[in-house]
């Protein structure tokens, strides 16, 4: 028996779980470390540091509504009725500081989010006045009738009521969604440390690949699986650096190689089944250690793991997908996906899940996990699962018509129509669970 017939056994023998291949992988990354962003640009990165507020929020009493500052204690009684009649002194509007001082019988014009006047205690709105009536087309009045007494307070949001000094606004390890955002603008920074983006190097391997754009040739097919990934490595928050396609030779896979060695994360597609080992194998055992292993899992078995050395001494995660259209999504959205956001300092590493009532049966030949393409709806309260039909995994739009994984574990024959299933969900913004 040859040497590499020897390896092809051993390594075809050996049969990681899913869970078993993830921790292998995600053993050998780090999150990254901190960098500082402009605010917008850090949607969806993790937070490095505490966010502290240096001011209270809002800085000042201020008005929740348009209306009149007063002292609640003037217009005690006050009704429609017999209205309690005091003697404007001035106005204040939002952004402005009060030039006056709210006392006994008078009040000041104030419209939302203007700081509220000294000696004020309560805003009454508009409505609750006789304003309307009195304004002539002449425009300001020297007297408003108040139609309902007011409580100490009422309509004034105190200072710092959101945010105060010194308080503790945003954890370390926080999530940038939209909110988070908003609270740290408000806070007054329009920079942020965060826990890096990293680079992800996408390379495909194949004679037979085309880049979209170029006119067809006969015999050709074009390069999908750079896209989806890239498209895919974007939507987690990576930065893809597109490396192109490898040809099946050792100078070509070299030259590419080094190219993605810059990179934080190397995923490559095609060349781990059996059949190519021998050539891959050898290109990377030239720039590191790499294992073929067999997942338990349907589509993508055949998953390629290894750490390549750049020439700086940095150590290069390598995920190699199986090259198969759907076989490269499912592996990625498994393993890439987690691997990109451990990187990110993300919590939840797995993909958001939850139970599904199967329409139709998914058979599972092999013992092993099947991840069958999925429509998931609800329907009553109640999640649906419908398979997306030919679960081939050369079937690249059974995958875009699906919305989710529909789980069979690796032990069950068959999951039934009627059965509760697992199902991950593709499109669900990735903090929701
Ligand atoms: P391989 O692992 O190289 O045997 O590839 C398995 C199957 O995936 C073959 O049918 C390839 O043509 C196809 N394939 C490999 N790479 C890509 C790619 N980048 N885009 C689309 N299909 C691919
Ligand atoms: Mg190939």
Redesign the pocket.
């Known amino acids: 028996m040859t040497q590499h017939g020897h390896s092809h056994r051993h390594y075809g023998e050996s049969m990681l779980s899913v869970e078993e291949a993830l921790e292998r992988i995600l053993d050998s990354l780090h999150v990254l470390e901190p960098e500082e962003r402009p605010l917008l640009e850090a949607l969806g990165q993790v937070l490095a540091e505490d966010a502290v507020s240096e001011y209270d929020i809002p800085p000042l009493d201020n008005s929740a509504m348009d209306g009149y500052a007063v002292r609640a204690v003037d217009v005690i009684g006050a009704s429609t009725d017999s209205p309690v009649t005091l003697e404007v002194v001035g106005s204040v509007a939002a952004g402005e500081l009060p030039r006056d001082k709210v006392t006994t019988g008078t009040a000041v014009r104030i419209m939302t989010g203007a700081p509220v006047p000294e000696g004020a205690d309560a805003v009454v709105p508009f409505e609750d006045t006789d304003e309307l009536e009195r304004r002539g087309p002449s425009g300001d009045l020297n007297e408003i009738g108040i139609r309902y007494e007011v409580k100490q307070g009422a309509d004034v949001r105190p200072a710092g009521q959101d945010v105060k000094k010194g308080e503790l606004v945003l954890a370390k390890g926080t999530v940038l969604r939209p909110s988070e955002i908003g609270v740290l603008a408000s806070l007054g920074s329009d920079k942020v440390k965060v826990i890096r983006r990293p680079v992800v190097a996408i390379l495909?391997?194949?004679n037979?690949?085309m880049e979209p754009g170029e006119e067809y040739e006969p015999g050709k097919?074009?390069?999908?699986?750079?896209f989806t990934i890239a498209a895919g490595v974007l939507r987690y928050g990576g930065v893809p650096k597109l490396l192109g396609?490898a040809r099946?030779n050792l100078e070509s896979m070299n030259s590419k190689l080094r190219e993605g060695l810059d990179s934080d994360i190397l995923i490559t597609?095609?060349?781990?089944?059996k059949?190519?080992y021998d050539m891959v194998k050898d290109v990377l055992a030239q720039h590191g250690k790499i294992d073929f292993w067999s997942v338990r899992m349907r589509p993508a078995k055949?998953l390629a793991f290894g750490v390549l050395n750049a020439p700086n001494g940095k150590k290069v995660p390598h995920i190699g997908l199986?090259?198969?259209?759907v076989?490269?999504v499912v592996a990625f959205e498994q393993f890439g996906r987690a691997a990109i956001r451990k990187m990110m300092g993300k919590p939840n590493l797995g993909m958001p899940t939850v139970e599904a009532i199967l329409d139709e049966p998914i058979h599972n030949t092999d013992n092993r996990r099947v991840f069958a393409r999925a429509v998931v709806t609800k329907l009553r309260g109640e999640y649906h699962a419908k398979l997306t039909g030919d679960q081939g995994?050369?079937l690249?739009t059974s995958m875009a018509r699906a919305n989710a994984f529909a789980i069979c574990p690796e032990d069950v024959p068959r999951k039934d129509a009627g059965e509760v299933v697992v199902v991950q969900m593709l499109d669900w913004p990735e903090e929701v669970f």
């Open positions: 495909a391997t194949g037979e690949l097919i074009y390069n999908s699986n750079n396609v099946d597609s095609a060349g781990v089944s059949g190519d055949p199986p090259g198969n259209p076989s490269a995994s050369n690249l």
